[in-house]
């Protein structure tokens, strides 16, 4: 739990201080790293909304989710 809370102030401070090439990929390696995050999908609305990019990027986290969920269930966790 404590990890999550980590990384989620870790990507919340990357969002609003690093530059668009840094914070997007630390987004997504979260999504992937940690199983059902589904604040992602709310930082990727706060990308969409504090810098209003053509690239709708809470569409894509929403989909990396969806896809992510089957794929979870048959690979094994060894962490």
């Given at each position: 739990?404590?990890?999550r809370?980590?990384?989620s102030?870790?990507?919340?401070?990357?969002?609003?201080?690093?530059?668009y090439?840094?914070?997007i990929?630390?987004?997504f390696?979260?999504?992937?790293?940690?199983?059902l995050?589904?604040?992602?999908?709310?930082?990727?609305?706060?990308?969409?909304?504090l810098?209003?990019?053509e690239?709708?990027?809470?569409?894509y986290a929403?989909?990396?989710?969806?896809?992510?969920?089957?794929i979870?269930?048959?690979?094994?966790?060894?962490?």
């Amino acid at each position: 739990m404590t990890r999550r809370i980590l990384g989620s102030i870790i990507v919340l401070i990357s969002i609003l201080v690093l530059p668009y090439w840094v914070y997007i990929p630390v987004l997504f390696v979260a999504i992937i790293f940690f199983p059902l995050y589904w604040e992602g999908i709310l930082f990727a609305f706060l990308i969409d909304i504090l810098y209003g990019s053509e690239i709708k990027t809470a569409l894509y986290a929403l989909i990396v989710l969806i896809v992510l969920l089957p794929i979870r269930e048959n690979l094994r966790s060894y962490v």
